[in-house]
Every structure is written in C-alpha cells, then in structure tokens.
C-alpha cells in the first residue's frame, strides 16, 4: 500500500494478553500505578512515556495519531494524556512498531476509534505466534497492514512508516514525522543500554545493527529520536547505540574466530567501558549470550 489518507473509515477492536502472548521478553512488569509522563519534543509532538514502550503523539486540528500503546491496563492513563494534550481531539490512528504486548497491548482502549496500521509481520505473528506464546483474539488483529512502508497524510503532516526488520523482531517499523524532524524507532533503540532482540518472533542481531544504520543514514545531526525504551534522544544517542553494537559484535565475533565455545566468549564478558550498558532485563551476560548466538548462527 503506497499512501493512505486519514480520517480512515476502518475501525476494529484489538485485545492482547501481556503474558504469554510476548513471552518472558516482554512481560508485564511488576504492578504500579498507571501513570503516564509527556515530554514535548515538538509544538505538535509529544513522547509519552508510562510503563512499557515509548509512545508517541501527534496533535493536529485533524485529530491524533498515537504510535504503541503500552499494556492494557495503562490505556485509561493514556486516554487522560491524550483528552489533555489533545484538547479533547478525536484519536484518529493507532500504529504499532511490532508485535510485543507492551507497545500494543492497551489497543482494545482505543480501537473503537482510531484505525490500527501496523506492518504484515505484526498481523501474520498474531494470527500465529511462536511456540508457547498465546494469540491474541482474532477481533485483535490490525485494520491496515503494509509490506515495506506506508505514507499517513493526517493533519497536514506526512508521517512515513517504514519496515526496517527483521531486527528487534521481523515486524519493526519506524515512524519519521519529515517536517518536525522527529523520528520514533520503537525498540530499535534502547537508550544508553544494550537492546533486547527478540529471535523467537523473528528478531536478527546483524539485522538489528542494519536497520539502526539504515534509519541513521536517513537522519539529519539536529533530528529528535523517540527511543522504545529510555530518555528522549538524539542522534548523538543513536550513534553511541550503534557504535557499541559495532564494538561488542567485534569482540564477540573475534572470540568466535579464535574458538571460543559459547560459555567462553559470555565467561570472558567485555571491557569497562559498556559496563554502564548493562540494566536489569538485559544484563552483560544475557548480552552476550544474544551476540554469541546470533553470530554463530548467523
């Protein structure tokens, strides 16, 4: 599909389970308080960050366009954002950046307005997902899908939607809003810590240092990058993401070359200076094993 202009007439409903649908990847997290920050990158943008994947919110006199959803127990936190960033504006686009359940797991809040677009992976992976993962229901699926990218025309903006996987997963796609200079990535970025990629839904360790290039290359010095997880960015922080995949994949690949069995070039670990990378659901050890594993495979 080349272009596509909103208001779209195609409405569903969307429900997702956080648990076994994503796997341990992406699980929901220990139970808080839903609440829900919103950073302003733009006049018009807004980065809203709550538990799960980065969102992003586009207002327009036309109406919204959110990008994920988190889970489904924040949607009414979110739902209170956009009534107050929104001044009361319609939602009227909901795009997700693939599959997991803690960027499209709070859809059924929204589906009964905005139209779903997300790319043919994220619908074929709900229709049949990976072993010991469970599907959501069939009313659950996206309305639109796309094979390799899409152009919203909404509210004045043209908002490109591009299939950049397999990477995170093999459904990932990035969103570039052109004229505010504003690019949201999804989890083809975890800010400042090493990234989670996800081989059972599709997800490629060369393929993920591909796509973030590819979406660099794109890129001007003064764009604002909405990472799926971490602070509001720039390209500066995209390019100290890519360069220490470069650095830990040459490492990794070096041990390889040498011999090194698998609990070896994890036993090893990696220099001090990508200590500060390591967080709790991806810790240097689970890093490696993802980069070994990958390699070797690949």
């Given at each position: 599909m080349g272009a596509m202009r909103a208001p779209l007439l195609v409405l569903a409903a969307l429900a997702l389970a956080a648990g076994r649908f994503l796997g341990a990847a992406e699980a929901d997290p220990p139970r808080q308080e839903p609440s829900v920050e919103a950073v302003r990158m733009t006049p018009d943008f807004?980065?809203?960050?709550?538990?799960?994947?980065?969102?992003?919110?586009?207002?327009?006199?036309?109406?919204?366009?959110?990008?994920?959803?988190?889970?489904?127990?924040?949607?009414?936190?979110?739902?209170?954002?956009?009534?107050?960033?929104?001044?009361?504006?319609?939602?009227?686009?909901?795009?997700?950046?693939?599959?997991?359940?803690?960027?499209?797991?709070?859809?059924?809040?929204?589906?009964?307005?905005?139209?779903?677009?997300?790319?043919?992976?994220?619908?074929?992976?709900?229709?049949?997902?990976?072993?010991?993962?469970?599907?959501?229901?069939?009313?659950?699926?996206p309305d639109l899908t796309f094979p390799d990218r899409v152009t919203l025309r909404f509210g004045g903006h043209e908002v490109e939607?591009?299939?950049?996987?397999?990477?995170?997963?093999?459904?990932?796609?990035?969103?570039?809003?052109?004229?505010l200079k504003v690019v949201h990535m999804g989890d083809l970025l975890f800010a400042g810590t090493f990234p989670f990629i996800d081989p059972g839904s599709g997800g490629d360790v060369r393929g993920y240092l591909e796509a973030m290039r590819r979406v660099r290359s794109r890129l001007g010095d003064?764009?604002?990058?909405?990472?799926?997880?971490?602070?509001?960015?720039?390209?500066?922080?995209?390019?100290?993401?890519?360069?220490?995949?470069?650095a830990t994949m040459a490492i990794v690949e070096e041990r390889i070359a040498r011999g090194m069995d698998d609990a070896a070039?994890?036993?090893?670990?990696?220099?001090?200076?990508?200590?500060?990378?390591?967080?709790r659901f991806?810790?240097?050890?689970?890093?490696?094993?993802?980069?070994?594993?990958g390699l070797r495979d690949g």
């Open positions: 807004w980065m809203l960050v709550g538990q799960g994947g980065n969102l992003g919110l586009l207002v327009t006199d036309e109406g919204l366009l959110l990008v994920d959803s988190q889970f489904q127990r924040m949607a009414p936190a979110i739902r209170e954002r956009l009534d107050e960033l929104g001044d009361g504006r319609e939602l009227k686009v909901l795009v997700n950046t693939h599959v997991h359940g803690d960027h499209v797991g709070g859809n059924p809040g929204f589906a009964a307005e905005a139209v779903i677009v997300a790319h043919d992976a994220v619908y074929a992976r709900m229709v049949e997902p990976p072993p010991g993962r469970e599907a959501p229901p069939a009313a659950g699926r939607v591009l299939h950049v996987g397999p990477a995170h997963t093999d459904g990932d796609a990035v969103l570039f809003f052109h004229d003064d764009w604002k990058v909405v990472p799926g997880h971490g602070p509001a960015s720039t390209v500066a922080d995209l390019d100290a993401s890519i360069a220490m995949m470069e070039v994890v036993a090893a670990g990696l220099p001090d200076e990508w200590a500060s990378w390591s967080w991806v810790p240097t050890e689970r890093w490696l094993e993802t980069l070994v594993r």
